[in-house]
């Protein structure tokens, strides 16, 4: 409580272990280590299950501040709610709903690091997303998915065409077409990155998966195959039958 912690912040910036600092929100105190080794070093001497609790604590907290309004702090969110899962399962303590609800602020930290273009963090975000969710979660699926293109985008292109592999493999098991069809885009996509003779592939690949969209009533996926097949001809100069596409 307030009535607890101000004495013990006034003595510990008395001994300057802390000092105030700028508030994230305006109706809050705030205050920050003087360096980040006693930052560290503080951490360092709580036992797992204590850092765990206020990781939790925290991100609750955070919610609770924001209000519903959870996009733009997903990341450290879900950075929290992360760490809080990972030394529970350390302690044999595992909370699944606590792993999921880390998932799933972190995939949609990732997917809008990947719409920026902010591949780096996309990569981050999504690789470790995938790793807290179910194996055949559809969030889990279109997490390496993400993956695979932000892996793509940094000429990783082994890593990019496995993770790839593997998101079709989960979206064919659990009868996600959408997410199949566009894994097999990005599959044909891919291959062009290496062999620019590819084009005719990626053009059939799109126009099977046209019908296949306009089925499931997917904009995105529809998108996309438009997207790739106009490519395809304005890489060839076709460039009427391109932005007729666009």
């Known amino acids: 409580t307030a009535d607890r912690a101000t004495p013990l912040l006034d003595d510990r910036t008395r001994r300057e272990l802390v000092q105030p600092a700028t508030p994230s929100f305006f109706d809050e105190t705030a205050y920050?280590?003087?360096?980040?080794?006693?930052?560290?070093?503080?951490?360092?001497?709580?036992?797992?299950?204590?850092?765990?609790?206020?990781?939790?604590?925290?991100?609750?907290?955070?919610?609770?501040?924001?209000?519903g309004r959870e996009i733009g702090h997903e990341e450290v969110l879900g950075y929290h709610f992360e760490q809080a899962y990972r030394y529970r399962d350390e302690l044999g303590l595992a909370?699944?709903?606590?792993?999921?609800?880390?998932?799933?602020?972190?995939?949609?930290?990732?997917?809008?690091?990947?719409?920026?273009?902010?591949?780096?963090?996309?990569?981050?975000?999504?690789?470790?997303?995938?790793?807290l969710l179910p194996e055949d979660d559809g969030e889990r699926v279109e997490c390496l998915l993400g993956l695979a293109v932000a892996l793509r985008e940094r000429g990783e292109f082994e890593r990019a065409a496995k993770v790839n592999d593997e998101a079709i493999e989960r979206a064919v098991a659990t009868g996600l077409e959408g997410t199949g069809a566009r894994g097999r885009l990005n599959a044909a996509l891919l291959r062009l990155y290496r062999d620019p003779a590819g084009t005719d592939e990626l053009?059939?690949?799109?126009?099977e998966a046209l019908s296949l969209f306009e089925r499931l009533e997917d904009d995105a996926g529809l998108a996309q195959a438009l997207w790739f097949i106009a490519l395809s001809h304005w890489n060839r100069c076709f460039v009427g039958r391109a932005e007729k596409l666009l």
């Open 203 to 207: 053009v059939i690949a799109a126009e």
């Open 32 to 67: 920050s280590f003087r360096h980040i080794l006693i930052r560290d070093a503080a951490y360092r001497s709580l036992p797992k299950r204590t850092r765990g609790e206020l990781h939790e604590t925290y991100a609750h907290w955070l919610e609770e501040k924001v209000g």
């Open 95 to 131: 909370d699944d709903a606590l792993g999921m609800r880390a998932g799933r602020l972190l995939a949609s930290g990732g997917r809008r690091a990947l719409a920026r273009s902010d591949i780096a963090a996309a990569e981050g975000l999504l690789s470790r997303a995938a790793a």
